[in-house]
Nanobody, 123 residues
Framework: QVQLVESGGGLVQAGGSLRLSCAAS???????MGWFRQAPGKEREFVTAISWTGAGIYYADSVKGRFTISRDNAKNMVYLQMNSLITEDTAVYYC?????????????????WGKGTLVTVSS
């Protein structure tokens, strides 16, 4: 069993930055990790994913150049650095684990989800 616990959400002004963290426990070796988000009244959508080695990284077009995913396998941690935030980034952000970062980028092959952390960007 895998547990994913997100932290770092909060209220930030547009143009600001925020860093989300995801602590993973259980069977994490060799697995890809990713972030998804769900805005009010919208479906959950892919944000970014990273392979176990970090060689494969995928971003949604809406966050390219502003968000950066990283991971520390020794600590079982995944991070999402969010810069130049806009109001449209307001959402609950979920950490996720799957076997393939590429499949996760297509919103497929998600094996585990965290409970989410709320990010609110004010204008």
């Amino acid at each position: 069993q895998v547990q994913l616990v997100e932290s770092g959400g909060g209220l930030v002004q547009a143009g600001g930055s925020l860093r989300l963290s995801c602590a993973a426990s259980g069977r994490t070796f060799g697995q890809a990790m990713g972030w998804f988000r769900q805005a009010p009244g919208k479906e959950r959508e892919f944000v970014t994913a990273i392979s176990w080695t970090g060689a494969g990284i995928y971003y949604a077009d809406s966050v390219k150049g502003r968000f950066t995913i990283s991971r520390d396998n020794a600590k079982n941690m995944v991070y999402l650095q969010m810069n130049s935030l806009i109001t449209e980034d307001t959402a609950v952000y979920y950490c996720a684990q799957g076997a393939s970062a590429q499949r996760m980028s297509a919103s497929r092959g998600i094996d585990y989800w965290g409970k989410g952390t709320l990010v609110t960007v004010s204008s």
